[in-house]
């Protein structure tokens, strides 16, 4: 999908994700998995941030973080979330939406398990998205789990762990002059994806 090159799209998302990502990994010059997530409570107002994603296959898109914080409290109300990765300097966007359900225990362990220990320590420290009454306070909450867990592996807190969603609409977006840029969107129809055209 080039800017002067018409495409046929392929018949699933899969190989076109594949190619982009790909191409994000050598363009990019930091985090070309960074992506928006989006969530929304049970009063219906949505909330959107940057996140990492750290895997994906034709299961879906899988990505970690605090269970007890706002984002996690919004998945486990609703069960649904959206996901946009932009890469600009390739002119590409790649549009997500799907259902969420937590990974298994083993695979956040296992993710949880290659993290830097500063980042390990971290998890256990910060009671993310709760009030902080000084930035004291996270660091001696840091210190508190360095003392406790010196001299041994720090393990995954129960709060902490993965998400998986899986997508039930891709849409994969290239720039074109003239703002008459090529929209292409994948929607799950029980046993197949449907591939269309969209007017950008």
């Known amino acids: 999908m080039s800017e002067n090159t018409d495409f046929n799209p392929p018949a699933t998302p899969w190989p076109l994700l594949a190619d982009w990502f790909a191409a994000a990994e050598k363009s990019e010059i930091n985090d070309p998995n960074a992506m928006t997530l989006a969530t929304v409570g049970a009063d219906g107002m949505p909330s959107a941030r940057i996140m990492l994603l750290k895997g ?3 299961n879906g898109f899988v990505f970690f973080t605090n269970r007890t914080s706002h984002k996690g409290e919004q998945l486990a ?20 939406e799907g259902e969420v359900s937590p990974v298994s225990d083993s695979e956040s362990d296992d993710y949880f398990s290659t993290r830097p220990r500063g980042s390990q320590i971290g998890a256990w420290a910060s009671r993310q998205s709760q009030p902080l009454a000084s930035r004291d306070q996270l660091e001696q909450g840091v210190r508190d ?19 998986l969603l ?20 994948y929607s799950w129809q029980k046993d197949h994806w449907k591939v269309e055209r969209l007017y950008p």
Not at 145 to 158: H, I, L, S, W
Not at 166 to 185: A, G, M, N, S
């Open 77 to 96: 109300a609703t069960g649904k979330a959206a996901l946009c990765f932009h890469w600009k300097s390739l002119r590409r966007q790649i549009r997500v």
């Open 166 to 185: 899986t997508p039930k609409l891709i849409e994969c977006w290239q720039d074109r002059p003239f703002r008459l840029h090529d929209r292409v969107v």
């Open 56 to 58: 994906y296959d034709e």
């Open 145 to 163: 789990v360095e003392k406790a867990y010196e001299g041994k592996p720090v393990p995954r807190p129960p709060h902490w762990g993965g998400y």
